[in-house]
């Protein structure tokens, strides 16, 4: 409660954002706080880092890699890992802010109940390696997998793995500048403790370490120094469960041997791998064996350090190895070990002495001493020239550089190199994009860079016939050359139908012409067709077909003519047209018009000698009326005359007199 009271900063806001609560646990890298993010409302895991990793001339070097590994952490996605939400600096303090998650954690579970049944080690086992699987697809080692990692919901004991990136950033910058690597000694690796290596089956080594500990209730390998259960781990095999719990199945002796195996080539591959061993081994036992569960008594003691008590922050020195302990790490704390251990030095125990020991040990006293100054100073020395400091040099800058020159400029630093080509937008071909590792940055003497070419960009050929193609075709025949479809305004067209592509250009302007390239992935500039413009329709009634044409004309518009009788409109006149005048056409539209052809006529018949009545009713039949003028009284009935003679053209409506006797 006290550390809780008098730690600086809680109630502090840091970065005018998340308000410390209270302090959750304290490490060798890092202390963990509870802290309400007050721009979001909501409460947050706050890893603040300790300063003194951002000191001397290393601290640069791991606050920037530190930012590295949370970039990529914050982009894991998966239901078993924590969540990472954000990462920054405010002055001196260099944060991580993560899910925060309500339950206890994998140390405190086995400490409360000994050891964990077979089913249960394995479940809590394949959820780590599922959410391991899905940091390793992604090229995320996560180097510090140990029960304090391991998370338990306590809403529906559900497992989340935390932590990524922090014990990360910080051993690859010592390793480089101290010749040492930091991790949690009791799942160190063998390849991590001797030479710095690691990669997915770094954490596959380290679950097989957890799997025997959730099933036995205790670590494979323990000391009363760190450097002890080190040399054990780079020396002897992790030894099968069933020696200590002897009613487990050779099944899960050899599920944990091969996770465990010192040789990295004889584990699985990765998390995912390895997961896939768990289930088949998992789907051979039988429930009554996964339901038991070794009998360990319950206890919390810790295996290196007796008198670590809550927030505690002990230092013990070893040789060259410190050691820290905590609440949160106290069955093995983050240790820092110098690189190369191997089998190259021994730890050895005084042994009981007699009544006249004193006296021995002051006669042995000097040469000893002597002994071991000069021993330390050779093994300093070989340590520094093949491990420490002189054994790296700097990379030279050659970004940018020809590849000739680069490759002079490697080599000329002792360097061996390895040739890789990419795409680059604007490093021309043939020169330098990169190095890995990166110009200034340290690598041993003897290392190896990696050095990629440009290729230049990225170019592919535009396909050809796109002006005149539907929009749907040309989109597709630019997704297939790998090219985007972007639009410009469209524009009307007398010619190129409503829809088709009317003008390609690239998005500098440069129109799109048979062997056009452009960069793989850019956009192809697609101007589609309105259709015609539209225009106002000029109305040409009462003028002729000609005069017509010739108006209509100057607006793209065509005469479409039909003839009709007119009594009003003289022939060759136009009567109406379709559209009328005023209306909207579009350039290329016909304007249909009647033109008139005069008045109807009908040839005259021949009426004489013909009745009236009958006469009347041809005449009516030809749209003629017929008027009766009667001669002696008309008594007879016969048409004697008639006004019209026969045969003459007379206008439809128009009377006819007829003489009748």
Not at 22 to 41: E, K, N, P, Q
Not at 162 to 173: M, Q
Not at 306 to 324: C, F, I, K, W
Not at 610 to 617: G, I, L, W
Request: glycine share 10%; net charge negative; charged share 25%.
């Amino acid at each position: 409660m006290g550390a809780t009271v008098t730690d600086p900063l809680v109630g502090r806001l840091v970065d005018g954002r998340y308000e410390v609560v209270s302090r959750i646990a304290r490490g060798g890298m890092a202390t963990v706080y509870l802290a309400v993010d007050r721009r979001l409302d909501r409460e947050v895991a706050l890893k603040v880092m300790h300063p003194h990793l951002a000191e001397g001339a290393s601290g640069s070097a791991f606050v920037a890699r530190f930012r590295r590994e949370a970039r990529t952490a914050a982009r894991l996605t998966h239901p078993g890992l924590v969540g990472v939400y954000d990462q920054g600096v405010d002055g001196d303090t260099s944060y991580l802010t993560m899910e925060y998650v309500s339950g206890t954690n994998l140390r405190r579970r086995i400490a409360e109940q000994g050891s964990l049944t077979v089913r249960e080690s394995l479940r809590v086992l394949e959820s780590v390696l599922d959410a391991l699987a899905a940091a390793h697809r992604a090229g995320l080692v996560h180097r510090d997998v140990k029960p304090e990692n391991v998370l338990l919901m306590s809403e529906d004991d559900r497992v989340r793995l935390g932590d990524f990136g922090l014990a990360r950033a910080v051993s690859e910058v010592t390793s480089t500048t101290t010749g040492t690597v930091l991790g949690t000694v009791a799942y160190l690796a063998p390849e991590l403790v001797t030479h710095g290596a690691n990669d997915a089956r770094t954490d596959v080594y380290a679950c097989g370490v957890l799997l025997f500990e959730m099933l036995t209730g205790r670590q494979p390998f323990t000391g009363e120094t760190p450097i002890q259960v080190a040399f054990q781990h780079v020396n002897a095999d992790v030894p099968a469960p069933s020696s200590l719990v002897d009613w487990l199945p050779s099944e899960v002796d050899e599920l944990v041997g091969a996770l465990a195996a010192r040789d990295p080539d004889d584990r699985p591959v990765d998390a995912t791998a390895a997961c896939q061993l768990l289930r088949r081994t998992r789907a051979g036992l039988d429930d009554a064996t996964l339901d038991r569960r070794a009998d360990v008594a319950p206890t919390a003691a810790p295996l290196l350090s007796p008198s670590a008590h809550e927030d505690d922050d002990l230092t013990t020195a070893t040789g060259a190895v410190t050691t820290r302990f905590d609440v949160s790490d106290r069955a093995g704390g983050t240790v820092a070990l110098p690189l190369g251990l191997g089998g190259a030095a021994t730890v050895t125990s005084p042994g009981p002495g007699g009544d006249d020991a004193p006296a021995r040990r002051r006669r042995w006293l000097w040469p000893v001493v002597v002994a071991g100054v000069l021993a330390l100073l050779g093994v300093g020395s070989w340590w520094y020239l093949e491990h420490g400091p002189g054994a790296y040099t700097e990379v030279p800058v050659v970004d940018g550089a020809a590849e000739a020159a680069a490759v002079s400029a490697l080599e000329g630093a002792g360097l061996r190199h390895e040739r890789a080509e990419a795409f680059h937008d604007t490093v021309p071909a043939g020169s330098v994009v990169s190095t890995d590792p990166a110009g200034g940055d340290p690598v041993r003497k003897d290392g190896s860079v990696t050095y990629t070419v440009s290729k230049g960009v990225d170019l592919v050929d535009v396909p050809d016939g796109l002006v005149g193609a539907e929009q749907a075709a040309a989109e597709a025949a630019l997704e297939g050359a790998e090219l985007a479809a972007e639009y410009g305004d469209p524009e009307h067209s007398d010619d190129v139908p409503r829809g088709s592509v009317l003008r390609a250009t690239l998005p500098d302007g440069t129109p799109v012409e048979a062997g056009t390239r452009a960069k793989r992935g850019s956009g192809v500039v697609l101007v589609l067709s309105d259709g015609p413009a539209p225009v106002t329709v000029t109305s040409v009634v009462g003028i002729t077909v000609e005069a017509a044409t010739e108006q209509l004309a100057a607006d793209a518009l065509t005469v479409e003519p039909t003839e009709a009788f007119s009594d009003t409109v003289p022939a060759g006149q136009i009567i109406e047209q379709v559209p009328p005048g005023g209306a909207t056409a579009h350039r290329g539209d016909s304007v249909r018009v009647t033109v008139s052809k005069g008045p109807e006529t009908v040839a005259m018949p021949d009426l004489t000698g013909k009745q009236f009545d009958a006469a009347q009713k041809d005449l009516e039949a030809l749209g003629l009326t017929a008027r009766r003028e009667n001669v002696l009284g008309g008594l007879f009935g016969t048409v004697r005359q008639q006004s019209v003679p026969a045969g003459e053209q007379v206008r439809k409506g128009t009377e006819i007199t007829l003489t009748v006797v």
